[in-house]
């Protein structure tokens, strides 16, 4: 393997060579309190649609914003109704390989904390555990006037026995659970309401608009600090709550590694990447600190 100082010449590489999968494994292994970063490119393997083609644009209509959802009655039919189509997308996704090597990389002491900017539950059913969830989690529901939360697949069923005619309808999935629907159906449809004191409930995430909670922000920014380098796995880092993290490890000296397919926001900035995709690279660098040789 490559030393620990041969980190910082900007080197891309698109198949996973041997050496490449070395390097990122000698990364690893140079430093014990590597904080791994992950967004939407790591879980398009379990089928959950991601946000962003390979320059880092993002694709498709424009995402829910946080304060019109709240304000607007409208929004709120629209975003449920598409929930209610795209829900099983999310519900039958299950971890990939990419998931699976990370939590193995958390075993084996070679990644000390993971963020993600991923709402779908994944990290934590493939056994990482020590987990921020940056922007929430898609599978939990709460209500914004009591607080009640509830879980997404117990309301589902609740959404089809009010909305039948949705009951297996087909459309295109979209990230977070979503699905394009056409407006005619969405007319007659039920928005659900708290069960406890019927205000208005609302995917336990952070939508486009809304901020972080600032406790889980700075948690997270002390696993930032706490850290001697950063891994960006399957993020183009467009959205500033996954940039500033790449900013400050930059700032502070920190080297930065990423396994990434594409364009990513911070690429003048990290020294390692390999543009293939997380489920390919990460179990063979996870067997390789594991003794294993390259197949």
């Not at 910082?8 to 698109?14: R, S, Y």
Request: neutral net charge.
């Amino acid at each position: 393997m490559n030393s620990a100082t041969d980190f910082d010449d900007n080197a891309f590489v698109t198949p996973p060579t041997a050496d490449y999968l070395e390097r990122l494994a000698d990364f690893l292994n140079s430093h014990r309190r590597v904080l791994v970063l992950t967004g939407a490119g790591l879980s398009t393997a379990s089928g959950i649609p991601g946000y962003r083609d390979a320059e880092g644009i993002r694709r498709g209509r424009p995402p829910t914003e946080g304060p019109e959802f709240r304000r607007s009655d409208a929004l709120r039919r629209r975003y449920w109704a598409r929930s209610t189509v795209g829900w099983p997308v999310l519900a039958q996704a299950e971890p990939n390989d990419g998931h699976r090597a990370l939590a193995r990389l958390e075993r084996s002491g070679h990644v000390a904390h993971v963020i993600t900017q991923n709402v779908d539950g994944l990290h934590q059913r493939a056994g990482t555990s020590s987990l921020i969830e940056l922007h929430g989690n898609i599978h939990h529901v709460r209500c914004l006037a009591c607080g009640h939360v509830q879980a997404r697949a117990a309301l589902q069923e609740r959404l089809l026995r009010d909305n039948p005619a949705l009951a297996g309808v087909l459309a295109q999935p979209l990230p977070d659970g979503d699905a394009q629907l056409e407006p005619a159906s969405l007319e007659q449809f039920v928005v659900p309401d708290c069960a406890i004191c019927g205000g208005v409930l609302q995917p336990d995430v952070v939508f486009f608009g809304d901020n972080v909670p600032r406790e889980r922000t700075e948690r997270a920014l002390g696993w930032m600090e706490g850290a001697d380098a950063l891994l960006v796995v399957g993020s183009s880092l467009m959205v500033f709550s996954g940039y500033r993290f790449a900013k400050l490890a930059a700032a502070a000296g920190k080297p930065i590694a990423a396994v990434n397919v594409g364009k990513t926001r911070a690429d003048d900035l990290i020294g390692l990447k390999l543009t293939v995709p997380a489920q390919q690279a990460l179990p063979r660098v996870a067997a390789l600190l594991d003794g294993a040789p390259l197949s």
